[in-house]
C-alpha cells in the first residue's frame, strides 16, 4: 500500500524559509509524477509545483514562481518544496500528491495517492 508521508511544516514570520518533505513508501517512487498541493479552509486545493520522473522537468503555478523550488531524491523516495520569502498568504496545509501517468494535473482528485498533509503557518 502506497504512503505518502509530509513533513517540515510549521510557524515561520514572513519573509521566512521552509522545506517540506515527502516520503513516500509501498509503489515506484521513480514513476511517479509527483506534485505539491495546498488549501485552506473553505477552499479548493491548489497546485502549488509538480515534477516528472527524472527531476529534470518541472511546473510551477505563479503562486509558486520565483519562490519556491521543489525538487526529488528517486534513492531516497522523497519529495521536497524548498519556500522562500514566504507571505502570510501561503498560510494553508500542504500535501503532496503522486500521479502514476505521464504528466501533471492541476486537481488532486487526478492523483493516484496523497498524504495527509502538514501545516504551514506565515505570520507578519
Known amino acids: 500500500q502506497v504512503q505518502l508521508v509530509e513533513s517540515g511544516g510549521g510557524l515561520v514570520q514572513a519573509g521566512g524559509s521552509l522545506r517540506l518533505s515527502c516520503a513516500e513508501s509501498?509503489?515506484?517512487?521513480?514513476?511517479?509524477?509527483m506534485a505539491w498541493f495546498r488549501q485552506v479552509p473553505g477552499k479548493e486545493r491548489d497546485l502549488i509545483a509538480a515534477i516528472w520522473w527524472s527531476g529534470t522537468r518541472t511546473y510551477y503555478t505563479d503562486s509558486a514562481k520565483g519562490r519556491f523550488t521543489i525538487s526529488r531524491d528517486n534513492a531516497k523516495n522523497t519529495v521536497y518544496l524548498q519556500m522562500n520569502s514566504l507571505k502570510s498568504e501561503d498560510t494553508a496545509v500542504y500535501y503532496c500528491?503522486?500521479?502514476?501517468?505521464?504528466?501533471?494535473?492541476?486537481?488532486?482528485?487526478?492523483?493516484?495517492?496523497w498524504g495527509q498533509g502538514t501545516q504551514v503557518t506565515v505570520s507578519s
Open positions: 500528491d503522486a500521479r502514476y501517468s505521464g504528466s501533471y494535473g492541476y486537481k488532486s482528485s487526478e492523483y493516484d495517492y
Open positions: 509501498g509503489g515506484t517512487f521513480s514513476r511517479y509524477v
